[in-house]
């Protein structure tokens, strides 16, 4: 067995099937297979239970992907030791976060990326699903919430301020409300999640914050087509400030209580990079989390995650 074989078994085994990895690196699935089958055969264990729809790696093939998959990190990192130049950053980098981010907040940042690292490939990895970050091969995530915890080197790439918002539409139709309670009789947007939907965190200033009952209103389980709700005056949404930003500037969103501020959970919400903790840290990664914080006011210092 070599090297590109256990790459290809970590790889299948992330992706599920050997047409969805053969997708990924332009090869024949049957040119895939036999790769599986030529490592099974060596090893004299059957590493993947085939099923119609997918594969499913047996206890061996758990136990094998789990014990191989630090070794070949180790010898990424070996490889990248050897040939990355601080200078010089350059090679594929894998940048997991959410859809919702993507759109609305990094895509719009990454013009003026390429021309200054042209030989760095981005390779963004989007879904609303958090992944394992070592067992997925990812680089560096992008992940929301009060604390991040993990074996990981994490750091604040900004803080999240949530606010309820409508459209003018909407306020023409409904009325505006004049105060967090008066929610309760309106169509309050939600998405099925814990803090969005039922009830509303809501406080002003440092005061104690208020439970607020919601009104009845649709039920949506992506944040991009929340916004959208909100923007074709369906109701009344908590959204995040970097989804909202530019609809509020232009007007096509209201912010309803200014002076108040939202939380599906904690108030002490941020956005975070993070990255697994390695003794080698990659040109192309060190690139990039300077680059990403460059565009933030307060860049914060790199921790440890517990």
Not at 64 to 78: F, G, V
Not at 165 to 176: D, E
Request: hydrophobic letters at 45%; charged letters at 20%; a negative charge.
């Amino acid at each position: 067995m070599d090297l590109d074989t256990l790459e290809t078994f970590r790889a299948v085994a992330a992706a599920g099937s050997f047409a969805a990895h053969a997708r990924q690196v332009n090869v024949a699935p049957s040119s895939v297979s036999r790769q599986i089958a030529g490592l099974e055969e060596a090893l004299q264990v059957r590493l993947f239970d085939r099923t119609t729809r997918r594969l499913v790696l047996t206890e061996a093939g758990a136990t094998y992907l789990q014990r191989i998959t630090p070794l070949l990190e180790d010898l990424a990192q070996a490889g990248e030791a050897a040939r990355d130049q601080l200078t010089d950053p350059a090679g594929r980098l894998r940048v997991a976060t959410s859809v919702a981010f993507a759109e609305r907040w990094l895509l719009p940042r990454l013009s003026g990326f390429a021309p200054r690292y042209p030989k760095i490939q981005l390779d963004l990895q989007l879904s609303d699903t958090q992944v394992d970050l070592r067992s997925e091969g990812i680089d560096l995530a992008i992940r929301f919430g009060a604390a991040i915890h993990g074996d990981y080197v994490v750091r604040r790439l900004r803080a999240t301020r949530y606010h309820l918002v409508a459209s003018p539409g909407y306020l023409t139709q409904q009325g505006r409300p004049n105060q967090p309670l008066d929610l309760q009789t309106h169509s309050c947007l939600q998405m099925p999640y814990p803090g969005f939907e039922t009830n509303w965190q809501i406080r002003q200033s440092d005061q104690p914050p208020m439970t607020v009952p919601l009104g009845p209103g649709s039920v949506i389980s992506n944040p991009l087509a929340l916004r959208r709700a909100a923007l074709l005056d369906l109701g009344i949404a908590m959204l995040a400030d970097w989804m909202v930003e530019e609809d509020l500037a232009a007007g096509s969103l209201i912010d309803l209580f200014p002076d108040h501020e939202a939380s599906p959970g904690g108030f002490d919400t941020a956005a975070w990079i993070l990255y697994p903790t390695r003794s080698y840290v990659p040109a192309k990664l060190r690139a990039f989390v300077d680059w990403i914080t460059a565009a933030q006011p307060h860049p914060a210092r790199s921790v440890a995650a517990d």
